[in-house]
């Protein structure tokens, strides 16, 4: 993979968002270089970072590979690029960012619009776009809602960004004991938007993916000029950029908690409250950030018994054995020195002691399961703490991924096959407050402001990465520092459980119909796409469809006072059988179930 590229293809650390331009480029080409048979010449301006005489603006992705394994890599690189991704970033140590402090001049954050940079020569760089929040043991899962990063991104590049970067675009798994921070958890999915087991998390990977080809669209403006700024009212803004050649592109945003209706340039648009349109030729809207035209999938957990070998000969019954870490440690009582000549003694409790740390078990080599200590009898303790279990499992059929629900246990450490998937800590249990089944997007983020799960562990399922597994045979072992049960334990599955859009009339024309006018003579209008996410699946039912005045969101939709007999019909007709599918969201396609008012297509489908 090239260091730098054009279509996907520089591989350079931006963690910390941190190197000062010049020697930031001067590393792309040497990662270029040192990965390739060609050489490339990379400078930049104030609006551009220019590749080989090309002027770009580039969308850059977070995937740090030790929080994944190898057969993980290629997948996650190409569904980073079939989102949109130019760049992917991942993890150097932060003395080689930053040699020389206070040289750093970039931006991280949750919105960086209004970062400058500290010479007009320099590029606007976005290192760490936080597309959510880490998960810490005892907290509630916090979550970043679409439409609000979707907004960040567009308002970046509004306001003369060149390059951003989502911290993170995959977050992955601490394995091992690789977390870091007080409490961190071992899931690090960061709600990005591809998820720690390596599938997209719609609607937010869709949505993005329309927002980046909505600036690609415009990316030959952005970098040929500097913007102009116009007010159009309070919390109002319209970007445009403009050159003498006749390139144009416009940004028009609301910032505001209000839907408004704005005129540009002799024109009326709609603003969302909390958004920005963007327009490529200064007229017509592509997208607009708080309208979703991507669908949303919702997994659905299968949940199995660890298929344990109750007739290894390592286990009797339970299928588990087990070795007890042996327990007390310290000074536990007044430490004298006798046998002086004169017969006293000297007290050296209050000396400073030395203290051996670590466990027995660890150095024993116990996480492998190879010892010869384990101990197997019918009656298996339970709710112990400070042991060692081991059991033999089969792994679940199929191709989907794999976790393991620590339901039952306390607190500790898991391997499989010798590999550690990390701590696990199911007892520690979020707040009962804080959460809401439905996060108002509108205003500024912050990790406390949307969260779920409150009241549940804060982690209760762990993933088990597919590589790492044998048909039969597998090796399980645990830590429980606390005690717990480990027969309770079981794998659950990850699949595809329903798939959802909500598409209204107002909706834009999908981004990627922007220039068919011109070839089919035709002006395309809002449509709504579902499709399956793995390519033997196909569309096996139609939950749900209304057009008309449908509430509720996926899972949940219901009919509103006006809705379209037909809906349904058409949906099954036109979907089930197919991988995907597409259907014009017009009174052409469903009728007109109620005259004069704006109506909307809510579908839930199945695949199978």
């Excluded at 870490?325 to 046998?339: D, M, R, S």
């Amino acid at each position: 993979m090239c260091a730098f590229g054009f279509d996907f293809d520089f591989d350079f650390e931006m963690r910390a968002a941190k190197l000062p331009i010049r020697s930031l480029l001067r590393s792309v080409v040497l990662v270029l270089l040192a990965t390739t048979s060609f050489g490339v010449n990379v400078t930049y301006d104030h609006r551009a970072i220019v590749i080989d005489g090309k002027r770009r603006v580039l969308v850059s992705g977070s995937i740090h590979y030790p929080r994944s394994t190898p057969d993980m890599w290629p997948d996650l690189i190409q569904k980073s690029k079939d989102g949109g991704l130019d760049v992917i970033e991942t993890y150097v140590f932060w003395n080689l960012h930053e040699p020389v402090r206070n040289k750093i001049n970039t931006c991280n954050g949750f919105y960086c619009d209004q970062f400058t940079p500290n010479s007009n020569t320099k590029p606007k760089m976005w290192t760490e776009n936080w597309s959510g929040w880490f998960l810490y043991f005892g907290g509630a899962t916090p979550y970043r809602p679409v439409e609000d990063l979707a907004f960040a991104v567009a308002r970046f590049y509004q306001r003369g960004g060149t390059f951003q970067n989502y911290y993170m675009y995959h977050g992955g798994t601490n394995f091992g004991r690789t977390t870091g921070g007080p409490f961190i958890a071992t899931s690090y999915d960061y709600d990005a938007p591809i998820d720690e087991y390596g599938i997209p998390r719609q609607p937010k990977w869709g949505h993005l993916k329309d927002v980046h080809k909505a600036i690609k669209l415009c990316e030959k403006a952005l970098v040929a000029t500097d913007p102009t700024f116009t007010s159009l009212g309070p919390n109002l803004e319209a970007t445009v950029y403009k050159t003498g050649s006749g390139l144009c592109a416009a940004f028009l945003a609301n910032v505001g908690t209000s839907d408004v209706t704005v005129n540009f340039s002799g024109n009326s648009y709609c603003l969302p409250a909390w958004s920005v349109s963007i327009l490529p030729d200064c007229k017509n809207v592509v997208l607009n950030t708080a309208k979703i035209n991507s669908m949303t999938m919702i997994p659905s957990l299968s949940h199995q018994a660890l298929n344990v070998d109750a007739d290894s000969t390592e286990a009797i019954g339970s299928g588990w054995s087990w070795i007890n870490e042996p327990v007390g440690a310290g000074i536990t009582g007044p430490v004298k020195l006798k046998g002086s000549k004169n017969g006293n003694s000297v007290d050296l409790s209050s000396q400073q002691w030395t203290y051996q740390i670590g466990l027995k078990g660890e150095d024993s080599g116990l996480s492998t399961g190879s010892s010869s200590q384990w101990v197997s009898q019918p009656d298996l303790p339970k709710n112990q703490p400070l042991i060692w279990y081991k059991t033999k499992f089969d792994a679940p059929a199929g191709n989907d991924p794999v976790a393991l629900d620590f339901t039952g246990m306390g607190k500790g450490e898991a391997w499989i096959n010798g590999q550690s998937i990390g701590r696990y800590w199911p007892t520690y249990i979020s707040p009962k407050s804080g959460c809401t089944d439905s996060c108002n997007y509108r205003a500024d983020y912050n990790p406390d402001k949307c969260k779920k799960n409150c009241g549940k562990p804060s982690q209760e399922l762990y993933h088990v990465p597919r590589s790492w597994l044998q048909p039969s045979g597998n090796t399980l072992v645990l830590f429980e520092e606390i005690g717990g049960d480990p027969t309770q334990l079981a794998f659950a599955t990850k699949q595809t459980g329903s798939l959802c859009s909500h598409v209204s009339e107002s909706h834009p024309s999908p981004v990627d119909m922007w220039g068919s006018e011109s070839k089919t003579g035709t002006k395309p209008g809002p449509t709504l796409s579902l499709a399956c996410p793995f390519p033997d699946q196909a569309i096996s039912s139609i939950k749900f469809a209304s057009f008309g005045t449908p509430s509720g969101t996926c899972g949940g939709f219901s009919h509103g006072k006006c809705s379209s007999p037909k809906a349904l019909s058409i949906l099954q007709k036109a979907c089930i059988g197919s991988k995907s599918c597409s259907i014009a969201v017009s009174t052409g396609t469903f009728g007109d179930p109620c005259r004069g008012v704006i109506k909307s297509l809510a579908v839930e489908a199945s695949c199978t």
